[in-house]
Each structure stands twice: as C-alpha cells, then as structure tokens.
C-alpha cells in the first residue's frame, strides 16, 4: 500500500508509530521499502555519509535532485521525503517554491523537508499553496550549524523550549504535514507532540514522538567517524563488509576466485578455429 500524507496523519491518530529511515540511492530505496519501512527520507545528510563533507551545507539542488530521483525509482510504497539544501529556499519565497517544484518534478518525490521555525512559514504557505506537501524541521537544524555553534541539544531553556513550540504550532497553521525534531529533550518533544495534530518525526527527541527517523548508516554501524548518543547500531554491517572485501582480496590474489563456476565456457571447436 502507497503510504501517503493521510496515511500517516492516521497513524498519529491511532497511536501507531511512523518509522522513517534515509536512504540515497536505488538499491538501499528498494531494501527499505521491501522492509515496510513507511517514509523514507532523501536527507542532505548525503552531503556527509555519501559525498564525504564535514557538513550539509555545501550540498546542492543537483545533488538532492540526482539522488531523490535514484530512490524515487526504486520505491513502491514508502512515502519519500526530500531535504531541500542550503539556500535553496533562504533567500525568498520564491526560490522556495521554484526549488520545491524542481524536486518534486525531476526527483519525483512525495514532499520536501526544510528547516528553520516561523520564520520560514512564509516558504511553508506558499509551496503548500503550490500543492505540495510540506514536512518541517526544528531543534537542532544542521543547516544553521554556525549559527547554534555545533550539534547541540535544543530548547533547553525556559525561552528556547516555549519558542520551539510556538515555532511548532506556527509550522503546522501554515501547512506543513508533519514535522522532525531533532535533538530536543525528551518532555519537550512530548509535549510538541500532544499540541500538533501532525505528525512528529523524533531524531534525539525521546519515544514519545509520533515516529522516529535514523540515518541508515548510522543504523547499521557503517559509519563510525562520529556516533551520536540517540543513534543505535542495530548490526555492524561496516565491519562485515570490510571483512568481505578482505576475502575478496585474498582469493583473487591466490586465485580462489573466480572458479570454474563462476566462468563461462567455450567449445573446443571453436578454439581449435582459432590462429
């Protein structure tokens, strides 16, 4: 089944949880999906995990479009999410909107994600109002890293806490169909959670969130330079697949493989044809 935006406002309102993994590529997009994983997310976390930066900032609308477009080939059910990068939507409602419609169009996904509070409803109403769905993102923001000074926990404070939720309540009355919190102290999120009728996507924000949202990398142990402490390894699928490759290596040098099995044949008629 297509999950979609009704689907998961459903969800919240039978009290099941909405999970929600990223994935970049087609092949992880199809092993996800095939999981019953119900919303996948095109995260310019790439910029990190894939393309090898220090953060997400220097990630463009080509990257997000490229990669929204490998997973988008490869989903039949998930619902897809897809970041919209730095300055894509910053500078003005109308580059939000004009890049908002170049991901959903090209990247064929289901909606976009961008960051930032009341301060960004303007960009949330009007691609609302381009007829597509909005998710949104508050806590900590890694597109405003400088800004926060590093990966902090958010809303901490008696000031920070009631903003975010002013800031949550603001980003839904503008449109937006679900929203992630990142990094906010459980309680907090919880009450997030109880005063919005859409959905709360948690990363680092307690179980009392509508869903939860992981890095697949993160979740598997294959990306190991820095783990933050909301993040479960569920397996260790990096070091099994250094171990493959060390394997490999041995048996070509020693010429275990390819075997015959793995050849193909040809007829000693033809070979004898041959000069």
């Known amino acids: 089944m297509k999950h979609t935006v009704q689907t998961l406002q459903q969800q919240k309102r039978e009290g099941k949880k909405i999970t929600m993994l990223t994935a970049y590529d087609y092949s992880t997009a199809q092993l996800v999906d095939k999981a019953g994983i119900q919303t996948i997310l095109v995260g310019d976390s790439l910029g990190m995990v894939i393309l090898g930066y220090d ?9 997000m479009i490229h990669h929204t477009r490998a997973v988008t080939r490869g989903v039949n059910d998930a619902f897809v999410v897809a970041d919209m990068p730095f300055m894509s939507y910053q500078s003005s409602v109308y ?13 064929h996904c289901d909606a976009v994600k961008l960051e930032g509070g009341s301060h960004m409803c303007p960009q949330i109403e009007a691609i609302t109002k381009a007829s597509i769905p909005v998710v949104g993102h508050i806590g900590l923001t890694p597109q405003s890293i400088h800004m926060l000074g590093g990966f902090k926990v958010q809303g901490k404070t008696v000031k920070a806490a009631q903003k975010m939720i002013d800031d949550a309540k603001a980003i839904e009355q503008a449109g937006a169909v679900a929203i992630v919190l990142e990094c906010v102290p459980a309680l907090l999120a919880k009450r997030i959670t109880e005063v919005l009728t859409i959905p709360t996507i948690g990363i680092g924000a307690g179980a009392d969130t509508d869903g939860q949202v992981l890095v ?8 190991t330079e820095f783990t933050p402490k909301f993040v ?28 015959v099995e793995h050849t193909f044949a040809i007829s000693d008629d033809v070979l004898g044809k041959l000069y």
């Open 216 to 223: 697949y990398q993160d979740l598997l142990g294959m990306f």
């Open 232 to 259: 479960k390894h569920f397996d260790h699928i990096g070091d099994r697949m250094v171990e493959a490759f060390i394997d490999y290596k041995k048996q070509v040098e020693t010429g275990q493989y390819p075997g």
């Open 95 to 107: 580059d939000a909107v004009v890049n908002a419609g170049r991901l959903m169009k090209e990247g």
């Open 55 to 63: 953060d997400t900032l220097s990630v463009t609308m080509e990257d």
